[in-house]
């Protein structure tokens, strides 16, 4: 999986039917537009939750209820801390008052934050976007591409990274400058949610705030799990055959993600049948004509950055044809999220799960969120 997210910062650089429900209609249009008001809760949507989970038209965003931060209970650093990382780097933490914490989806910045280390952060990515660090100043440039400059400007004594922000060879100036780096894993899935975690939590030399905070995330996903469990399909043969698109059409990018992805992961927590184990599909691929005509998608997940590159559905089914011959293109059925929440697998996880399940199973409400 660490292979595979080594190609997502070079990616990232570069009709309604008879008695169907129209999110199209309630969104107001057919593209993907900034995200208006926060999906409803799954609990909320009673009313609105579909008896045919393919009964519906037009592309849906989907936005967390609650992005606010809510940190575990704070605790003195234990310093300092010697710790092994995913590459077999031992590294010792003296001083972890100037952190960077930065990967693709600015997860890390955000379990930081949760751990109660909101005012370590001198810095941040373009993907970490809540509230509290946004006067932070950025050390990415051209979308996720370390800058070194920026970085050592910082006078950082913590980074925490992983392998999804290049080039690597900024990653090893810093060690080489003596900043003390700590690599957690690339991997993204609901697998290893808590575990990830608890590396964060390892680096800053606060392990118990580490197990709170992914006893708690734990919980929440299980929670949240439950609940699209109760609503969705039982019968295999009546699970919403979905596909992950990952698109950047100003770079004519088009990705299929399949196992190993962490979409995976995701289309299964929704209760959708995964298309890309079906036909073979593996990491992350550029898509073919061939791919989708074999998966017949009734659902595509997008990000939403992604759908507009595009130029939003209309500009999406005419670059990708195949698609357009699907189900889900026929039904323009598209659901987006915000890239830095979408495949993220941090402290926001149930949330985002919960989004996309009133996205997937009740798409007139999320659709007049969007509106």
Known sequence: MASLLLLVPVLLAGCTGPGATSAT??????????????????????????DDVRDWTGAVTAT??????????????????????VQGTEVTVTDDSRVLALDVYGTLARTVAELGML??????????????????????????QLSAEAILALDPTLIITDTSLGPWDVVLQLRDAGVPVVVVDSDRSLDNV??????VAAALGVPAAGRRLARRTQAQVAEATAEIDAIAPTDESDELRIVFLYVRGQANVYYLFGEGSGADSLIDALGGYDVAEEIGWKGMRSVTSEALAAA??????????????????????????????TPAGENQ???????SEILGYGPLTAQVLEALAVAVYAPAAAAGADS
């Open 64 to 85: 967390v209820a609650d992005d606010s931060l809510d940190p575990v209970r704070a605790q003195t650093p234990q310093l300092p801390a010697t710790v092994t990382d």
């Open 119 to 144: 005012d370590s952060l001198v810095g941040r990515d373009v993907s970490t976007t809540f509230d509290e660090a946004a006067d932070l100043p950025l050390v990415t440039t051209n979308g996720h």
């Open 333 to 339: 059925r598209i659901v987006t999220m915000d890239d």
């Open 194 to 199: 808590g575990e990830l975690t608890q590396q």
């Open 296 to 325: 017949q998608p009734d659902l595509v997940l997008m990000m939403t950055d992604g759908l507009e590159s595009a130029g939003g559905v209309d500009g999406l089914l005419e670059r990708l044809p195949a698609l357009a011959a």
């Open 25 to 50: 209609d309630a969104a107001g249009s057919s593209g993907s537009g900034d995200a208006g008001a926060a999906t409803p809760a799954l609990a909320d949507v009673g009313d609105d939750l579909l």
